[in-house]
Nanobody
Framework: QVQLVESGGGLVQPGGSLRLSCVAS????????MRWYRQAPGKERELVAT????????NYGDSVKGRFTISRDNSKNMMYLQMNNLKPEDTAVYYC?????????WGQGTQVSVSS
């Protein structure tokens, strides 16, 4: 069955870094564009970053530009989010998403907390 499993979340101090990972199974990973979303308590889910199927095109939300980097390794069915210079407002549950219309798959999320 289709699975997306995120890992790498945790508690970090402001200015710190984390690297999130998402491992995919049950579908042809290289045929899907991939995205990271996040949702903070009481807020709507926010698109953080996207990466094209081969990985040549990336896009970022304005709030993370210059601090976060999305990447993927199609040989390993993996996607990553390198997060640097983390801020308290980055605190959220981060979700991995795979999309190839009409198919849309989600992971269960990993918590990132930024606090001193």
């Amino acid at each position: 069955q289709v699975q997306l499993v995120e890992s790498g979340g945790g508690l970090v101090q402001p200015g710190g870094s984390l690297r999130l990972s998402c491992v995919a199974s049950g579908f042809t990973f290289s045929r899907y564009s991939m995205r990271w979303y996040r949702q903070a308590p009481g807020k709507e889910r926010e698109l953080v970053a996207t990466i094209s199927r081969i990985g040549g095109i990336t896009n970022y939300g304005d709030s993370v530009k210059g601090r976060f980097t999305i990447s993927r390794d199609n040989s390993k069915n993996m996607m990553y989010l390198q997060m640097n210079n983390l801020k308290p407002e980055d605190t959220a549950v981060y979700y991995c998403n795979a999309n190839s219309a009409p198919y849309d798959y989600w992971g269960q999320g990993t918590q990132v907390s930024v606090s001193s």
